[in-house]
């Protein structure tokens, strides 16, 4: 299976200020057809799961522009530019490249 | 907008089977994989597998010997069984949709399965 490492675990953020979440992979991401599968998710405390970013760098719908993406073959990067209250919550990078699926452990984002 | 509704049994004996279902409204139930992810208390997201509208699966290989993944495509609806379940298989379940390796663009609200004696 790829492992997908996330760091740090844990994220203690000011209000406004920019954060940071690193995904690295065990095995390059790239698919046969040229395209890197890796996604980024939101989960809240006592939510399902929500994508902000697929394929590296591709913000979902409805998704505010602070959030990006960025990256490419093992090494990924999730960046908020201005840390809002409503960005507390579990992150996880996921890799849709090769089966099994696999997440990130996950990076607890809360507010300092 | 798509929704995903599911519904399942939400405590188990250890060695009965799971059974879960996920119902697609709202959007197209063809040309998409449809997912089953974990979530064990307090821990991080486990992928158990897929299936697309015309019955191809993809299955965890950690799982694979005890589940099965159906599709009934008459009521835009797909189903997850897990035999002989243990403490381990207690989580939080979510079904989802994917395009390829683009995952999870829709998730269902999560169903608590308990494990236990």
């Known amino acids: 299976d790829v492992v997908m490492t996330q760091s740090p675990l844990s994220l203690p953020v000011t209000l406004g200020q920019p954060a940071s979440i690193s995904c690295r992979s065990s095995q390059s991401l790239v698919y046969n057809d040229g395209n890197t599968y890796l996604n980024w998710f939101q989960q809240r405390p006592g939510q399902s799961p929500r994508r902000l970013i697929y394929?590296?760098?591709n913000r979902d719908s409805g998704v505010p522009d602070r959030f990006s993406g960025s990256g490419s073959g093992t090494d990924f990067t999730l960046k908020i530019s201005r840390v809002e209250a409503e960005d507390v919550g579990v992150y996880y990078c996921m890799q849709g490249t090769h089966w099994p699926r696999t997440f990130g452990q996950g990076t607890k984002v809360e507010i300092k | 907008q798509v929704q995903l509704q599911q519904w399942g049994a939400g405590l188990l004996k250890p060695s009965e089977t799971l059974s879960l279902t996920c119902a697609v409204y709202?959007?197209?139930?063809?040309?998409?994989?449809w997912s089953w992810i974990r979530q064990p208390p307090g821990k991080g997201l486990e992928w158990i597998g897929e299936i697309s509208h015309s019955g191809s699966t993809n299955y965890n290989p950690s799982l694979k010997s005890r589940l099965t993944i159906s599709v009934d495509t008459s009521k835009n609806q797909f189903s997850l069984k897990l035999n002989s379940v243990t403490a381990a298989d207690t989580a939080v379940y979510y079904c989802?949709?994917?395009?390829?390796?683009?995952?999870?663009?829709?998730w269902g609200q999560g169903t608590l399965v308990t494990v236990s004696s």
């Open positions: 709202g959007g197209s139930f063809s040309g998409y994989y």
């Open positions: 989802s949709r994917a395009v390829g390796g683009i995952v999870g663009d829709n």
């Open positions: 394929k590296v760098s």
